[in-house]
């Protein structure tokens, strides 16, 4: 069983930071990409960015230039800092881990965060 923990979210002037953080812990084997999400109402989950156990980084053309993921393997942690934000911004963001838990034979599965509200002002 793997539980990943959001924290980092809250309420921001447009143009300010926030560093996003999540932390995997329990019975892990091995971790592969991870990555961050977000959703606001009416809108379906879109991926923000994500990083692979290689560190190759991908991000939506919207966050390109302001965001950058990265990651802590020896902390089974994921960061994403988030500069210049804008009011369209706002979302609830979701980490997602692909994970195996306890054995190397074991399917890997996607894990995700509750989410952390990320509100931008104008």
């Known amino acids: 069983q793997v539980q990943l923990v959001e924290s980092g979210g809250g309420l921001v002037q447009a143009g300010g930071s926030l560093r996003l953080s999540c932390a995997a812990s329990?019975?892990?084997?091995?971790?592969?990409?991870m990555g961050w999400y977000r959703q606001t109402p009416g809108k379906q989950r879109e991926l923000v960015a994500s990083i692979t156990s290689g560190g190759s980084t991908n991000y939506a053309d919207s966050v390109k230039g302001r965001f950058t993921i990265s990651r802590d393997n020896a902390k089974n942690t994921v960061y994403l800092q988030m500069n210049s934000l804008k009011p369209a911004d706002t979302a609830v963001y979701y980490c997602?881990?692909?994970?195996?838990?306890?054995?190397?034979?074991?399917?890997?599965?996607?894990?995700w965060g509750q989410g952390t509200q990320v509100t931008v002002s104008s």
């Open positions: 329990g019975s892990i084997f091995s971790i592969n990409d």
């Open positions: 997602n881990v692909k994970a195996k838990g306890s054995t190397w034979y074991q399917a890997v599965k996607d894990y």
